[in-house]
């Protein structure tokens, strides 16, 4: 199985900067998605392709990946920004997604 | 605008067979894309289960295609799952999904999300 490994938590201050990452054998060969879920809800897709952002996504949400580890960073972070985060990604064989990130805005 | 629907049981006995389907509206599966199922339990966060084309290729978590079928009927614009020989590990939140494909395997988001359907497998 392919495996994900996101940092479990992850705390920012309001209006300063957070990274997420997730690291992953071979990762840069393959495309990387990242996914906001805040409480009772459903995943909301945020970052695509690595770095695209869907319409509707704030420019605060940004995406970078490297050989191993992608990044996701929210810039000016606000209280909104508060829920878990997770990386998908595939490996020709299957589809995976990190174990995810609880981002708390302290 | 898009939408998905997940419904069906929300309680299964031990090795008994879990049957969801996805309903979408706003748009024709016959159209294109892929669709997609996903899972969240507690402990393993969310697990990719598979995903299906509108011409019926699938393509499926390795772990779990000994005891999966994917399928779709495009009259009804719905898609479904079954999972057999269901444990107490396959209870979770079920979401049905959109899965954009740009290379199988490769490069693919899911977007939008049903708003999940919790399934115990419980006796």
């Known amino acids: 199985s392919y495996e994900l490994t996101q940092p479990p938590s992850v705390s920012v201050s309001p209006g300063q900067t957070a990274s997420i990452t997730c690291s992953g054998d071979?990762?840069?060969?393959?495309?990387v998605c990242w996914y906001q879920q805040k409480p009772g809800q459903s995943p909301v897709l945020v970052i695509y392709?690595?770095?695209k952002r869907p319409s509707g996504i704030p420019e605060r949400f940004s995406g970078s990946s490297s050989e191993y580890t992608a990044t996701l960073t929210i810039r000016g972070t606000q209280a909104m920004d508060e829920a878990d985060y997770y990386c998908?990604?595939?490996?020709?064989?299957?589809?995976?997604f990190g174990g995810g990130t609880k981002l708390t805005v302290l | 605008q898009m939408q998905l629907q997940e419904s069906g049981p929300g309680l299964v006995k031990p090795s008994e067979t879990l049957s969801l389907t996805c309903s979408v509206s706003?748009?024709?599966?016959?159209?294109?894309?892929?669709w997609g199922w996903i899972r969240q339990t507690p402990g393993k966060g969310l697990e990719w289960i598979g995903s299906?084309?509108?011409?019926?290729?699938?393509y499926y978590n390795p772990s779990l295609k000994s005891r999966l079928t994917i399928s779709v009927d495009t009259s009804k614009n719905q898609f479904s799952l079954r999972l057999t020989s269901v444990t107490a590990a396959d209870t979770a939140i079920y979401y049905c999904?959109?899965?954009?494909?740009?290379?199988?395997?490769?490069?693919?988001?899911?977007?939008?999300w049903g708003r999940g359907t919790l399934v115990t497998v419980s006796s």
């Open positions: 998908q990604a595939g490996d020709r064989t299957t589809v995976a």
């Open positions: 706003g748009y024709s599966i016959s159209n294109g894309y892929w």
């Open positions: 299906i084309y509108h011409s019926r290729r699938t």
């Open positions: 392709e690595n770095a």
């Open positions: 999904a959109r899965d954009v494909v740009q290379q199988l395997g490769v490069n693919n988001w899911f977007d939008p």
């Open positions: 071979k990762l840069g060969d393959n495309y």
